[in-house]
Protein backbone atom coordinates (compact mmCIF):
# COMPACT_ATOMS: atom_id res chain seq x y z
CA UNK A 1 0.00 0.00 0.00
CA UNK A 2 1.36 3.21 -1.07
CA UNK A 3 1.35 6.11 1.83
CA UNK A 4 0.06 9.58 0.16
CA UNK A 5 2.09 13.03 2.11
CA UNK A 6 0.70 15.51 1.78
CA UNK A 7 2.75 18.76 0.79
CA UNK A 8 2.79 22.16 3.12
CA UNK A 9 -0.21 23.58 1.17
CA UNK A 10 -2.16 20.90 1.14
CA UNK A 11 -1.61 20.74 5.04
CA UNK A 12 -2.60 24.12 5.34
CA UNK A 13 -5.23 24.24 3.49
CA UNK A 14 -6.96 21.72 5.11
CA UNK A 15 -6.26 22.72 8.25
CA UNK A 16 -7.76 26.51 7.40
CA UNK A 17 -10.93 24.80 5.84
CA UNK A 18 -11.04 22.98 9.51
CA UNK A 19 -10.83 26.42 11.26
CA UNK A 20 -13.34 28.42 9.05
CA UNK A 21 -15.70 25.11 9.68
CA UNK A 22 -15.28 25.42 13.45
CA UNK A 23 -15.78 29.27 13.33
CA UNK A 24 -19.10 29.07 11.98
CA UNK A 25 -20.03 26.40 14.59
CA UNK A 26 -19.21 29.11 17.19
CA UNK A 27 -20.81 31.89 15.34
CA UNK A 28 -24.21 30.13 15.26
CA UNK A 29 -23.91 29.02 18.51
CA UNK A 30 -23.49 32.86 19.08
CA UNK A 31 -26.75 33.63 16.65
CA UNK A 32 -28.87 30.85 18.76
CA UNK A 33 -27.89 32.16 22.22
CA UNK A 34 -28.76 35.96 20.77
CA UNK A 35 -32.14 34.15 19.59
CA UNK A 36 -32.61 32.99 23.31
CA UNK A 37 -32.20 36.49 24.37
CA UNK A 38 -34.59 38.01 22.50
CA UNK A 39 -37.43 35.73 22.50
CA UNK A 40 -36.75 35.76 26.67
CA UNK A 41 -37.20 40.03 26.36
CA UNK A 42 -40.26 39.64 23.71
CA UNK A 43 -42.31 36.69 24.12
CA UNK A 44 -40.84 35.97 27.68
CA UNK A 45 -40.08 32.37 26.98
CA UNK A 46 -37.41 30.72 28.51
CA UNK A 47 -34.72 28.58 26.72
CA UNK A 48 -34.15 25.67 28.44
CA UNK A 49 -30.75 24.74 27.17
CA UNK A 50 -29.52 28.27 27.48
CA UNK A 51 -30.60 30.33 30.37
CA UNK A 52 -31.39 27.61 33.26
CA UNK A 53 -29.54 23.99 34.54
CA UNK A 54 -30.54 20.78 33.29
CA UNK A 55 -33.14 19.16 35.22
CA UNK A 56 -34.44 22.36 36.71
CA UNK A 57 -37.87 21.64 35.56
CA UNK A 58 -40.29 24.94 37.12
CA UNK A 59 -40.92 28.49 35.74
CA UNK A 60 -39.55 31.41 37.76
CA UNK A 61 -41.47 32.59 40.48
CA UNK A 62 -40.07 36.06 39.13
CA UNK A 63 -40.07 36.09 35.81
CA UNK A 64 -40.03 39.50 35.68
CA UNK A 65 -36.65 39.89 37.78
CA UNK A 66 -35.43 36.64 35.99
CA UNK A 67 -35.92 38.80 32.47
CA UNK A 68 -34.38 41.84 34.35
CA UNK A 69 -31.65 40.05 35.14
CA UNK A 70 -30.48 37.33 32.72
CA UNK A 71 -31.55 39.39 29.93
CA UNK A 72 -28.83 41.76 29.50
CA UNK A 73 -25.76 39.22 30.11
CA UNK A 74 -27.66 36.11 27.81
CA UNK A 75 -27.70 39.02 24.71
CA UNK A 76 -24.16 40.10 25.66
CA UNK A 77 -22.60 35.77 25.70
CA UNK A 78 -24.63 35.86 22.07
CA UNK A 79 -23.20 39.13 21.21
CA UNK A 80 -19.28 38.11 22.43
CA UNK A 81 -19.80 34.63 20.90
CA UNK A 82 -20.56 36.10 17.51
CA UNK A 83 -17.62 38.15 17.43
CA UNK A 84 -14.99 35.44 18.87
CA UNK A 85 -16.31 33.46 15.92
CA UNK A 86 -15.83 35.98 13.24
CA UNK A 87 -12.50 36.55 14.68
CA UNK A 88 -11.20 33.48 14.47
CA UNK A 89 -12.53 33.60 10.84
CA UNK A 90 -10.90 36.23 10.65
CA UNK A 91 -7.49 35.50 12.18
CA UNK A 92 -7.37 31.89 9.95
CA UNK A 93 -7.18 34.16 6.78
CA UNK A 94 -5.14 36.94 7.68
CA UNK A 95 -3.06 34.78 9.85
CA UNK A 96 -0.24 34.41 7.06
CA UNK A 97 -0.34 38.67 6.49
CA UNK A 98 0.30 39.32 10.43
CA UNK A 99 3.23 38.94 12.81
CA UNK A 100 3.09 35.79 14.47
CA UNK A 101 3.75 36.83 17.76
CA UNK A 102 1.00 39.58 17.67
CA UNK A 103 -1.00 36.96 15.67
CA UNK A 104 -0.20 34.46 18.94
CA UNK A 105 -0.80 37.24 21.73
CA UNK A 106 -4.36 37.87 20.21
CA UNK A 107 -5.58 34.45 19.56
CA UNK A 108 -4.41 33.70 23.07
CA UNK A 109 -6.29 36.85 25.09
CA UNK A 110 -9.93 36.49 23.13
CA UNK A 111 -9.98 33.23 23.78
CA UNK A 112 -9.45 34.08 27.50
CA UNK A 113 -11.52 36.39 27.65
CA UNK A 114 -14.63 34.19 25.66
CA UNK A 115 -14.27 31.89 28.14
CA UNK A 116 -13.62 34.00 31.09
CA UNK A 117 -17.34 35.19 30.45
CA UNK A 118 -18.68 32.25 29.82
CA UNK A 119 -17.95 31.00 33.09
CA UNK A 120 -19.25 33.96 34.53
CA UNK A 121 -22.63 33.74 32.61
CA UNK A 122 -23.06 29.86 33.78
CA UNK A 123 -22.20 31.64 37.17
CA UNK A 124 -25.03 34.29 36.69
CA UNK A 125 -27.40 31.26 35.90
CA UNK A 126 -26.99 29.82 38.86
CA UNK A 127 -27.22 33.03 41.10
CA UNK A 128 -30.74 33.50 38.90
CA UNK A 129 -31.59 30.36 39.68
CA UNK A 130 -31.20 30.76 43.46
CA UNK A 131 -32.66 34.08 43.54
CA UNK A 132 -35.98 33.71 40.95
CA UNK A 133 -36.81 29.73 41.59
Known sequence: ?????LSGNEIDGKR???DSFFSFVIMAAGVYVLYAALNLKRQRVLNKSVLRSPGLGTDPKDLDGFIAYMYPRC??????TIVMGGWNLLSAYIQVLSNPTVYMICEL???ILFFAYLIYYMRCVKIAEHRFY
Open 75 to 80: LALGII
Open 109 to 111: GSG
Open 16 to 18: LQM
Open 1 to 5: MKETK
